[in-house]
């Protein structure tokens, strides 16, 4: 089925270099959200995406992290200056509005 | 201290016990509670809602104590298919939909 999609499965990239993580979601879903999952612990919330609008972003950790929803549905996460505790897993999830999120099988993001 | 917290485990049990997993939030404010479900190397998924009378679905059975801030999940005659790690959620209060905050999960092994 068509359920949430992310790309690339697997990323690895060098300390400092910029990374962008592609998020397709389910057609129709209107709210979007991106999670960090680091290994051992459960996801943590990074931002959340209603349509094009990003109506919150408390959890980015810092200004190296930017995501965009320019159209509506498909969002990219980009993580600028990479450092090694950026390496974890990025989940994308999206929903209806208020209604349960649905995950895509995460980024596993390493950085060397 | 988090806002949610759980047992690790992880939980060894024979197929066919059953095995409950406890959980404790910190917002005294918070509305909406959930149950996922994360296999290794997967993603999380829905197990069930929390609901303030309790619910169960099938052998899945949740609980939810306001006065304690304290949600059970107890899952009866265990199967070798519910080996996974068992996620507690909690919806940020005040925060947007998304803001769903994770424990950091309790991994349960079923044995044969």
């Known amino acids: 089925g068509a359920g949430v999609s992310q790309s690339p499965r697997y990323k690895v990239a060098k300390r400092g270099q910029d990374v962008a993580l592609r998020c397709d979601p389910i057609?129709?879903?209107?709210?979007l959200f991106w999670y960090q999952q680091a290994l051992g612990q459960g996801p943590e919330f990074l931002t959340y995406f209603q349509n094009e609008a990003q109506l919150d972003k408390s959890g980015l950790p810092s200004d190296r992290f930017f995501a965009e929803r320019p159209e509506g549905s498909v969002s990219t996460l980009k993580i600028q200056r990479t450092q090694q505790e950026d390496s974890a897993v990025y989940l994308c999830?999206?929903?209806?509005?208020?209604?349960?999120?649905?995950f895509g099988d995460g980024t596993r993001l390493s950085i060397l | 201290r988090k806002e949610v917290e759980q047992d690790p485990g992880p939980f060894n049990v024979p197929e066919g016990a059953t095995v409950a997993f406890n959980c404790t939030y910190s917002?005294?404010?918070?509305?909406?509670f959930f149950w996922y479900r994360q296999d290794c190397r997967k993603e999380p998924k829905l197990l069930m809602s929390v609901y303030s009378s309790g619910n169960e679905d099938g052998r899945f059975t949740a609980q939810l104590n306001r006065a304690s801030q304290y949600i059970s999940l107890l899952i009866r005659d265990s199967k070798l298919s519910d080996s996974a790690t068992y996620l507690c959620?909690?919806?940020?209060?005040?925060?947007?939909?998304?803001?769903?905050?994770f424990g950091k999960g309790t991994k349960l092994s079923v044995k044969p």
């Open positions: 999830a999206s929903s209806l509005a208020y209604q349960p999120q649905h």
């Open positions: 959620v909690v919806l940020r209060s005040g925060g947007s939909q998304g803001n769903l905050i």
């Open positions: 917002n005294s404010a918070s509305q909406s």
């Open positions: 057609s129709g879903h209107v709210s």
